[in-house]
């Protein structure tokens, strides 16, 4: 073989090794890109069983409660009570009976 021709073909290897090397390096950092991902949401999932429905004042159990179509969350231990985002508004926004009907219940009058 002649020297061009070797030269020619050491060229052709370097620029498809180049592009393999590329393509590996892409590759492995989108697996490693989903393995974060993945524990990241493992983490998430594992944290929201520990504390999911958990008072956060004492750590007990709460209990879904319903009334007037709002869901309250109360401990089972010192009756503390939780509500979602936009329950409040929801309450605020109910008739002014209902409302009064409400919050007897909530204090348990």
Do not use: V
């Amino acid at each position: 073989m002649d020297e061009p021709t070797r030269t020619r073909e050491n060229e052709w290897f370097l620029q498809h090794e180049a592009k393999l090397l590329e393509e590996a390096r892409k590759a492995r950092e989108k697996r490693e890109a989903e393995r974060r991902a993945s524990e990241t949401e493992a983490e998430r999932k594992r944290l929201k069983d520990l504390h999911y429905m958990k008072c956060p004042k004492c750590g007990h159990d709460l209990k879904a409660e319903q009334l007037e179509g709002i869901e309250i969350d109360r401990c089972s231990f010192c009756e503390g009570f939780f509500m979602d985002p936009g329950e409040l508004e929801e309450l605020f926004t109910k008739q002014q009976a209902k409302r009064q009907g409400f919050m007897r219940w909530l204090l348990r009058l």
